[in-house]
């Protein structure tokens, strides 16, 4: 008979008890944030690229509940509308980043030698590189689009998932368990993808929402530089950009809700990362 062993771990729902009041609101802004990124086309009032130059830079008011930006178009309806591409932006860098990064560090963890070195260094390399710097090479290179700038990022994140994720597998990699499934002649990859990687779970979860604040933030820089999603499409780090004008003529209200909302997204997703990251280190090992 053939006896499976495995490290008792937690689930991934008890990692999200305890993380206190702050945590749980913030799950709750990061959940209404992804309802609009989904639902907000249909949520919007208006036409978020109808354009009347006559209502340009009226207040609230009608019906129009955040007034009306440099183009006489819908602020309200923007913002809504705008969560899908700044959210589904960070989503594709967090994508691949977490998926390479976590196969590069299982491979860097269990083959040890001259695999560990070369995965180390590269990420080493790369992470010597500033991401918004590598995003604006790709850019000059590839155009200016939400993608070029994503994959930019993706790789730029990559090696920090790396440093995380490789020191985990390899405290996972030391522990007995690990010893008694190669002694039942488990297969290397049996052992990382079934046991290691469900052990560290918690923690790529963790370190996935905190990277996803940082991601949505440079990717809001990125189309504030205009290398990222092209205006007319609405972006919030698009109406960031374009609301530079009514700054200047005193009328900040586009910059300053697109940029509101961008900040109370970035920081909700590194709140609840940080708690969530705190639960998995103080989990006993």
Same mark, same amino acid.
């Given at each position: 008979?053939?006896?499976?062993?495995?490290?008792?771990?937690?689930?991934?729902?008890? +990692?999200?008890?305890?993380?206190?009041?702050?945590? /749980?609101?913030?799950? !709750?802004?990061?959940?209404?944030?992804?309802?609009?990124?989904?639902?907000?086309?249909?949520?919007?009032?208006?036409?978020?690229?109808?354009?009347?130059?006559?209502?340009?830079?009226?207040?609230? =008011?009608?019906?129009?509940?955040? $007034?009306?930006?440099?183009? =006489?178009?819908?602020?309200?309806?923007?913002?809504?509308?705008?969560?899908?591409?700044?959210?589904?932006?960070?989503?594709?860098?967090?994508?691949?980043?977490?998926?390479?990064?976590?196969?590069?560090?299982?491979?860097?963890?269990?083959?040890?030698?001259? &695999?560990?070195? &070369?995965?180390?260094?590269?990420?080493?390399? !790369?992470?010597?590189?500033? $991401?918004?710097?590598?995003? &604006?090479?790709?850019? @000059?290179?590839?155009?200016?689009? *939400?993608?070029?700038?994503?994959?930019?990022?993706?790789?730029? /994140?990559?090696?920090?998932?790396?440093?995380?994720?490789?020191?985990?597998?390899?405290?996972?990699?030391?522990?007995?368990?690990?010893?008694?499934? %190669?002694? *039942?002649?488990?297969? @290397?990859?049996?052992?990382? !993808?079934?046991?290691?990687?469900?052990?560290?779970? @918690?923690?790529?979860?963790?370190?996935?929402?905190?990277?996803? =604040?940082?991601?949505?933030?440079?990717?809001?820089?990125?189309?504030?530089?205009?290398?990222? &999603? *092209?205006?007319? *499409?609405?972006?919030? $780090?698009?109406?960031?950009?374009?609301? +530079?004008?009514?700054?200047?003529?005193?009328?900040?209200? %586009?910059?300053?809700?697109?940029?509101?909302?961008?900040?109370?997204?970035?920081?909700?997703?590194?709140?609840?990362?940080?708690?969530?990251?705190?639960?998995?280190? +103080? %989990?006993?090992?």
């Amino acid at each position: 008979m053939t006896l499976t062993l495995t490290r008792p771990g937690s689930t991934l729902l008890r +990692k999200f008890s305890g993380i206190g009041w702050l945590g /749980y609101a913030s799950a !709750v802004v990061i959940i209404l944030a992804a309802v609009v990124a989904v639902f907000g086309p249909l949520l919007a009032p208006y036409p978020a690229n109808q354009s009347n130059l006559t209502n340009a830079f009226i207040g609230p =008011g009608g019906g129009h509940l955040l $007034g009306f930006d440099s183009q =006489g178009r819908d602020l309200f309806s923007r913002v809504l509308v705008g969560a899908r591409s700044s959210m589904l932006g960070a989503l594709i860098v967090i994508a691949l980043a977490m998926l390479a990064g976590t196969v590069l560090a299982i491979v860097a963890s269990w083959r040890h030698g001259w &695999v560990d070195n &070369v995965i180390s260094s590269g990420s080493d390399l !790369v992470f010597a590189f500033p $991401g918004l710097l590598l995003a &604006v090479l790709v850019a @000059a290179i590839a155009g200016p689009s *939400q993608w070029s700038a994503a994959i930019a990022l993706a790789v730029a /994140y990559t090696p920090y998932v790396v440093r995380i994720v490789r020191a985990a597998a390899l405290r996972e990699r030391s522990l007995p368990y690990i010893e008694a499934l %190669e002694v *039942q002649g488990c297969s @290397a990859w049996t052992i990382c !993808v079934r046991h290691i990687a469900p052990n560290i779970a @918690a923690l790529l979860v963790a370190q996935s929402t905190i990277l996803f =604040g940082w991601a949505a933030l440079d990717l809001a820089a990125i189309s504030f530089l205009g290398l990222g &999603v *092209q205006p007319p *499409q609405a972006d919030w $780090g698009v109406m960031a950009s374009e609301g +530079k004008t009514g700054v200047l003529q005193g009328y900040p209200a %586009e910059s300053l809700v697109s940029g509101t909302v961008l900040v109370l997204v970035v920081v909700a997703f590194n709140i609840l990362g940080e708690r969530l990251n705190d639960r998995y280190t +103080k %989990e006993p090992r």
